[in-house]
């Protein structure tokens, strides 16, 4: 026990941490060891980037969001995972996954606006459940069609045709449901 006063292990504690908290802010330097520079420091390959959507990219996109929200909105019940994305352009489409609570019929709606076709794959472990058929979308409609589902998770994935391709504004999305 401390005493008045004294230096119990609760104050030494205290002052370390304080102690090493002031340190931590002091820099020591010599002509042997210089500071780094900026260029050492952000040297290396540069991190990849995806061009930038023009104007006229982002108006057409915009117009084909609105035109696959209301192609998906068809959908009944309640929403177990819902995405949509770009569907061309650099980089990847979209993934996502959702939890399966209960065994069952789910209907899995589908559509993309601004291209011929899209694929869409659908995943669940296969050590519970039948394999899932992948979705071959016809870009002028909506594909809706019942799908059981075990429980676990489920996954969505948007294959792109040409994932280096230039971006047109072309979207695609996803909605599984439960009645």
Known sequence: MSRRGGTGPGRCTAGL???SVLMAGCAYEDAANPPPTAASVFSGRPAPSVPAKGPEILDIETRNYAELK???????????????????????????????????????????????????????DPRTGPELPALVLDCSGVLSQVVELQPGYVGVHLTRQDPGGP????????????D
Do not use: M, N, Y
């Open 17 to 19: 941490a304080v102690l």
């Open 70 to 124: 209301k192609r998906l909105s068809l959908a009944a019940g309640s929403v177990l995972l819902d995405e949509s994305g770009p569907a061309d352009g650099p980089g990847v489409g979209f993934s996502k996954t959702a939890t399966v609570k209960a065994a069952g019929a789910h209907t899995v709606t589908a559509a993309c606006v601004g291209l011929d076709d899209v694929q869409i794959s659908l995943s669940q």
């Open 167 to 178: 971006w047109t504004g072309a979207v695609a999305g996803i909605r599984i449901t439960v």
